[in-house]
């Protein structure tokens, strides 16, 4: 039932309203007749109608000031002017601010009626909308600390703040932090459990997680695919405290599942005081879990170790990652060793721990792999050598150990390099050769015109079709035109001037000359001794 309020200084006019309309066909009931703008708004502080039918010329508050202040109160009021002919444009006005619709004096009932009926009918969806809303709700919170997780600084203000209100989300906390839970086997799970017990399987680590994680004052948790993403606020009196107690928590559910065939990895995320950079928080808790790359045997990542305090804030330069990629590229193998060696001295002298040269070393290895993989170069054996060496780094006991397989990384490069530059000659090479084969009748065929084909300079390209097929480029256009002639004139009647026309000459002359210095005796002679 739709309650409605009629508002108008003019007794007559409303009594007409009340009286011709038939509300209960509406599923409406007339509560509140008001002959005032200020005591309709009195009256709906108190009891607030779902539809508002007012005039607009009223003496102490005219309809639009009243019908903005009712919207105030409540956005999803249905409101209805009615006008003087000499105030219609006035009424349209009120669109603007919220009104939902309008009509003109003398009031049609008829038309008046239909008005209620279409207000009842967008009430009756905004309900069913607002239930719907209302269901989503815990959708709409784990999308909330979903885009949290991912938008940054500012922006995430920006895009949540509104929804955190709307949520009614307190996350007042000294500090935050993100810890995830990667089961590293997700795969392996899903093809032997099938995909419903392995959701099961989830929802019971995030059960034991919850029950974990009661001692915080506050936290929340995402359930993804394959891991679950845990957003934690806490009013502790330092960071470390709060930090002691998020490893005693990881510790303990990784022991629930120690023998379980599950294998759970936790990443534990920096501190932040500010809830718009949670999503650093929640990139260095991804970032620490990519360690377990380098430490098998490890389930518990913390960023700070992952990042280390004197790599952060001392970055390995680009400049010398480029410098030994440059010496594979020259298949310097000298200076290489020279470069390894000086690599080896400066880690080791800087930070005397290994993980800290294997972090490093694998950030380098990524970058000349990059490399080879923007050259079209295959990797693949490469990198599962690298994957392998990198699932047993403890094998090393020296660091000699190490960088000698450092290098012998480094040469297996350059060989690829190698053997990758060869085949990019020769199918260069065999590239003009068929450009050539389909061109040579131009007689405006030159260096430039193939050069600009094979998309390299005209010095760069005879050089190295010289040194590849040990014959210049000209030369092999004009082997090209004379074998073409060749077959003209053993097979055909045409011309010499035809031929030479077809084989790219520009005379008949040039072509007789050109023929007999290649052939050793003219075009006519070969025709005859040939035919």
């Known amino acids: 039932m739709k309650k409605i309020m009629l508002v108008d200084d003019n007794a007559l006019s409303v009594e007409g309203i009340s009286r011709n309309i038939d509300w209960a066909a509406l599923d409406a009931q007339v509560v509140h007749i008001k002959y005032s703008g200020l005591s309709a708004l009195d009256a709906l502080k108190k009891d607030p109608a779902d539809i508002i039918i007012s005039d607009i010329e009223m003496p102490d508050l005219n309809g639009i000031s009243m019908s903005r202040l009712a919207i105030s109160y409540n956005p999803f009021v249905k409101i209805i002017l009615i006008s003087a002919y000499d105030k219609f444009e006035y009424a349209k006005n009120a669109i603007r601010i919220g009104v939902y619709d309008y009509i003109e004096k003398p009031i049609d009932y008829a038309y008046l009626t239909e008005k209620v009926k279409g207000a009842c009918e967008l009430i009756d969806r905004e309900r069913k909308n607002m239930k719907l809303l209302e269901l989503s709700r815990p959708a709409m919170v784990e999308k909330f ?18 929804h955190m209100e709307y949520l009614n989300l307190e996350l007042q906390y000294r500090f935050f932090n993100v810890t995830v839970f990667n089961v590293e086997n997700a795969s392996e799970l899903k093809n032997e459990l099938g995909v419903a017990q392995y959701e099961m399987l989830l929802y019971q680590i995030h059960d034991t997680i919850l029950d974990n994680c009661k001692i915080f004052d506050f936290f929340y948790l995402i359930k993804r695919f394959d891991c679950l993403e ?41 501190i932040v005081t500010d809830l718009w950079n949670v999503h650093l928080s929640y990139e260095s808790a991804k970032h620490a879990l990519e360690y377990r790359f380098f430490f098998p045997q490890k389930n518990i990542f913390d960023s700070r170790e992952a990042f280390g305090r004197n790599l952060s804030l001392e970055p390995f330069s680009d400049s010398r990652e480029e ?6 590229c020259q298949k310097d193998y000298p200076a290489m060793e020279a470069w390894i060696k000086d690599f080896s001295a400066d880690f080791t002298a800087k930070y005397q721990a290994k993980d800290f040269v294997f972090v490093r070393t694998y950030n380098l290895l990524g970058r000349l792999l990059k490399f080879l993989y923007e050259l079209n170069i295959d990797t693949k054996d490469l990198e599962a050598k690298i994957a392998k060496t990198y699932s047993q780094l403890y094998s090393f006991n020296t660091n000699e150990e190490f960088f000698s397989w450092l290098s012998e990384i480094c040469n297996l490069a350059c060989q690829k390099l190698d053997i990758s530059l060869k085949t990019y000659h020769n199918q260069l090479c065999g590239q003009v050769l068929g450009y050539i084969r389909e061109n040579y009748q131009n007689n405006g065929l030159c260096l430039h015109d193939i050069a600009r084909f094979a998309n390299v300079s005209p010095a760069y390209l005879s ?69």
Do not use: W
């Open 323 to 328: 410098e030994l990629i440059r010496l594979i």
């Open 230 to 270: 845990l957003v934690l606020g806490q009013n502790s009196s330092n960071a470390n405290h709060f930090l002691q107690t998020i490893h005693k928590i990881a510790s303990d559910i990784i022991s629930n599942y120690q023998n379980s065939g599950l294998s759970l990895n936790i990443g534990i995320g920096n």
């Open 463 to 531: 050089a190295l079709f010289k040194k590849n097929m040990e014959v210049s480029i000209s030369d092999t256009i004009t082997a090209t035109r004379i074998e073409a002639a060749c077959q003209y004139l053993k097979n055909s009647t045409l011309s010499l001037r035809e031929i030479s026309e077809k084989c790219g000459y520009a005379n008949q002359y040039y072509f007789s000359t050109s023929f007999k210095k290649c052939m050793g005796l003219s075009p006519s002679a070969y025709r005859e001794n040939t035919g």
């Open 145 to 162: 600390f979903a885009d949290l997780l991912n938008y940054s600084g500012k922006e995430a203000a920006y895009h949540l703040t509104s």
